[in-house]
């Protein structure tokens, strides 16, 4: 009779311990459900029905977005009381548009908060050093302009005379072999050679063309 009597104990501690995964289980939905909970109701909180608007006390940003910008590298703290914080709405994505300092250089950087809970850093395309075009999570001073739908980014020093670049994107789709994702193309490219004259001329040295109807295979 012990042959049969170890079987039925095995199978009853098996039963058991599904027992006790199962009931673990909710339990461990539970942390993600409730975060994002959390995050809508501080976003709630703070946008109160706004989809444009400006934040200027670092204890105001919310928090996951603020761990995102620590975890970049981002002083954001150091800045945000001459250069707000700026949240906006594009294609229906929310976005943040955060100042930060790294050391002595200063830039903009843009955050994805369409999971408020994960916000994520959008790296953008810039011209590379020699030709071609890189990305880069630092693209210099941001504005949106919501009139004409693109976000300029400008970038240059502080001594004089020293030359600005100016990169233009718009909310574009990019085309893939599986599937279309949301991202921010680089329409033109520009170049100030003096920004210390207060009319200086922007030149464009690069001007996206349009591509054939060829070129985009569905």
Known sequence: MRFPIAILWRASLAAMLLCASIAAAPGQDRPGAGDRQDAGMEWQSLANGRTEFDVSDPALVPRRLALAAEQSGCLYKDGIKEIAVRFTSVEKRRLAIVFCRFGVIGSHQLFDLSVLQKPKLIELPFLAQKDGFG???????????GDVGVFEAVTGTDTCPSPQLRHTYRPGLTVGWVSEAATFV??????????????????????????PKSAVVR
Do not use: H, S, Y
């Open 135 to 145: 990305i880069t999570p630092r693209p210099g001073m941001i504005t949106w302009k």
């Open 186 to 211: 680089v329409v033109r490219v520009e170049v100030r050679e003096n920004r210390c004259l207060q009319f200086g001329d922007w030149n464009t040295i690069w001007e996206a063309p349009q591509w």
